[in-house]
T-cell receptor, first 113, second 110 residues
């Protein structure tokens, strides 16, 4: 499968725990995005990487959230001290230099109990 | 005001009907415009890009009005398989992020 891959697909965690999600973009896509989507809403932008550089972060990305893309390939999104309001689908997307289409992974569904 | 606003929907239409979705955006400097489709519990997928001159892809026609900051999507001869949520997408102030509308739900019925 050469699409965007996200792991895990589902995560249930207790409030206050830390969680980390992984995204493997399409090979050679230098642009990578993280989005969050809740029921009935469109995806909300969280952060953007071009290669290993994090070039933009949304105001939604509080200090409990951190994202990395250490070698310009896969990326991780960590949420510390999870809260019930963090429950959502976390989507990763990648795009090549032509900027014509962002391809999304199937997402990681986080449930904080 | 949200950066991208869409018709609230849902739209329930019979097979064969023509349906139109509208979207407005707030950033007049936006340069890239798209319609994405999202099936229930699936990831969004690009339906079509939207160009200034308007563009058509089979039964789907997209229009852009920069002066009014308005984007539309027309679906002709609706099929059952067109049932999905349609997301209007515009690039952000920075030019990096894609800003999504809330989406408009379409249900095509037999």
């Amino acid at each position: 499968d050469t699409g965007v891959s996200q792991d895990p697909r589902h995560k249930i965690t207790k409030r206050g725990q830390n969680v980390t999600f992984r995204c493997d973009p399409i090979s050679e896509h230098n642009r990578l995005y993280w989005y969050r989507q809740t029921l009935g809403q469109g995806p909300e932008f969280l952060t953007y990487f071009q290669n290993e550089a994090q070039l933009e972060k949304s105001r939604l990305l509080s200090d409990r959230f951190s994202a990395e893309r250490p070698k310009g390939s896969f990326s991780t999104l960590e949420i510390q001290r999870t809260e019930q309001g963090d429950s959502a689908m976390y989507l990763c997307a990648s795009e090549d230099k032509t900027n014509t289409e962002a391809f999304f992974g199937q997402g990681t569904r986080l449930t904080v109990v | 005001r949200k950066e991208v606003e869409q018709d609230p929907g849902p739209f329930n239409v019979p097979e064969g009907a023509t349906v139109a979705f509208n979207c407005t955006y707030s950033n007049s400097a936006s340069q890239s415009f798209f319609w994405y489709r999202q099936d229930c519990r699936k990831e969004p997928k690009l339906l079509m890009s939207v160009y200034s001159s308007g563009n058509e892809d089979g039964r789907f026609t997209a229009q852009l009005n920069r002066a009014s900051q308005y984007i539309s999507l027309l679906i002709r001869d609706s099929k059952l398989s067109d049932s999905a949520t349609y997301l209007c997408v515009v690039n952000s102030n920075s030019g990096y992020a894609l800003n999504f509308g809330k989406g408009t739900s379409l249900l095509v019925t037999p």
